[in-house]
């Protein structure tokens, strides 16, 4: 079965950081990109970050760009995005997603984690 | 960016059709074609329902179709069945910035 579960959320200060993590399994990992998508509570949803099958093509939203790293370890099945400054609207429900078609982070989204929740707050 | 402007709500009694727009310009849903829906339901994750426009993957119920004219998709549900209550999104790839950009959403209603 196609899996993707995500961890790594909780409370952060605003300026501060936290890691997300998304573990795959249940197919080859490394010819899938993959992609972050948030959620703000009762908001819709917002493309944050995709990046290649290969790790070596990172893509942001403009929201997040300089601030969050997308990363992924191909040898562990996992994805990472790196949270860095904080803000207040940065909480949100973060969901991991997996390419409908190989390397190709724009032509659908197949397989969604759970999410993780963020919620930044002093 | 901001997201592709979908109603923020369209209802319908069961049976009958609905059709969710999706419209964006010429550098986004209008060039390529590489438009998806999702549905989500409360407190669910979102579910790939269409994707490159107008293919539903496999398991999807082909009451589900897509269209695209000009620099608007759209979203049709016939047969409306009390399941299919909830929220919509469409999403489009803009290929000047590399950057995928999604609808704001759409609550169905079945009434």
């Known amino acids: 079965e196609v899996q993707l579960l995500e961890s790594g959320g909780g409370l952060g200060q605003p300026g501060g950081s936290l890691r997300l993590s998304c573990s795959a399994s249940g197919f080859t990992f490394n010819n899938y990109a993959m992609t972050w998508v948030r959620q703000a509570p009762g908001k819709g949803l917002e493309w944050v970050s995709s990046?290649?099958?290969?790790?070596?093509?990172?893509y942001y939203a403009d929201s997040v760009k300089g601030r969050f790293t997308i990363s992924r370890d191909n040898s562990k099945n996992m994805v990472f995005l790196q949270l860095y400054s904080l803000r207040v609207d940065d909480t949100a429900i973060y969901y991991c997603?997996?390419?409908?078609?190989?390397?190709?982070?724009?032509?659908?989204?197949?397989?969604w984690g759970q999410g993780t929740t963020v919620t930044v707050s002093s | 960016q901001s997201a592709l402007p979908q109603p923020a709500s369209v209802s319908g009694s069961p049976g009958q059709s609905i059709t969710i727009s999706c419209p964006g310009t010429?550098?986004?849903?209008?060039?390529?074609?590489?438009v998806s829906w999702y549905q989500q339901h409360p407190g669910k994750a979102p579910k790939l329902i269409i994707y490159?426009?107008?293919n539903r993957p496999s398991g999807v119920s082909n009451r589900f179709s897509g269209s695209k004219s000009g620099n608007t998709a759209s979203l049709t549900i016939s047969g409306l069945q009390a399941e299919d209550e909830a929220d919509y999104y469409c999403?489009?790839?803009?290929?000047?910035?590399?950057?995928?950009?999604f609808g704001g959403g759409t609550r169905v209603t079945v009434l």
């Open positions: 490159e426009v107008n």
């Open positions: 999403t489009s790839y803009t290929s000047s910035t590399t950057t995928l950009i």
């Open positions: 990046v290649s099958g290969n790790g070596g093509s990172p």
């Open positions: 010429s550098s986004d849903v209008g060039d390529y074609n590489s």
């Open positions: 997603a997996k390419a409908a078609f190989s390397h190709y982070y724009y032509y659908g989204m197949d397989v």
